[in-house]
T-cell receptor, first 113, second 116 residues
Framework: QKEVEQNSGPLSVPEGAIASLNCTYS??????FFWYRQYSGKSPELIMF????GDKEDGRFTAQLNKASQYVSLLIRDSQPSDSATYLC?????????????FGAGTRLAVHP | DTAVSQTPKYLVTQMGNDKSIKCEQN?????MYWYKQDSKKFLKIMFS???????INETVPNRFSPKSPDKAHLNLHINSLELGDSAVYFC???????????????FGPGTRLLVL
């Protein structure tokens, strides 16, 4: 079983719609969860992080965490063509005395006008 | 005024050669990382240093040798390059990590390595 799983997509949504990106993880001990955006040929950049169950909103972005079900999601409201990118879910795993971030394979989002 | 910088940005070389990639961060972070992103865009950690001490060493061929001269710099030396080493290598940094948690990691622009 992969440690962090995402649907690779592409997820295609019309401009102005809500894009919903989902991620599941296997380590119940994980406490830190991150969403990164990566444009083609660029480096990952942080969108949001979430540590507690529930919702966390930042502008058009909402991260949702459900530790019991081991999933984390990212909602993008009023999607824009500039949101078209690959979204990487990252989860911390504490193993062998140290933390490390495990990334999912990413979901490619395409927002069409 | 780049936060995490890497050199070179592109690296094209022949199989069997030895090459190095350099990384520098000016964020005052204590922890630095090397990641490899393959052609399928899967981002996987290779190494991590905390205050110049190696703390993460994933299952990476020993042809890869990281070195941290100080906490603002982390270099990656690769010996006897192979075709499968072709990938994008990202450096990242973060604040010191509380046990069980993970601070936000900030990524450099990446080094695109092509082995011919």
């Amino acid at each position: 079983q992969k440690e962090v799983e995402q649907n690779s997509g592409p997820l295609s949504v019309p401009e102005g719609a809500i894009a919903s990106l989902n991620c599941t993880y296997s380590d119940r001990g994980s406490q830190s969860f991150f969403w990164y955006r990566q444009y083609s040929g660029k480096s990952p950049e942080l969108i949001m992080f979430i540590y507690s169950n529930g919702d966390k909103e930042d502008g058009r972005f909402t991260a949702q965490l459900n530790k019991a079900s081991q999933y984390v999601s990212l909602l993008i409201r009023d999607s824009q063509p500039s949101d078209s990118a690959t979204y990487l879910c990252a989860v911390n795993i504490f193993s062998g005395g140290y933390n490390k971030l495990i990334f999912g394979a990413g979901t490619r989002l395409a927002v069409h006008p | 005024d780049t936060a995490v910088s890497q050199t070179p940005k592109y690296l094209v070389t022949q199989m069997g050669n030895d090459k190095s990639i350099k990384c520098e961060q000016n964020l005052g972070h204590d922890t630095m990382y090397w990641y490899k992103q393959d052609s399928k865009k899967f981002l996987k950690i290779m190494f991590s240093y905390n205050n110049k001490e190696l703390i993460i060493n994933e299952t990476v061929p020993n042809r890869f040798s990281p070195k941290s001269p100080d906490k603002a710099h982390l270099n990656l030396h690769i010996n006897s390059l192979e075709l499968g080493d072709s990938a994008v290598y990202f450096c990242a940094s973060s604040q010191e990590i509380p046990v069980g948690m993970q601070e936000t990691q900030y990524f450099g622009p990446g080094t695109r390595l092509l082995v011919l």
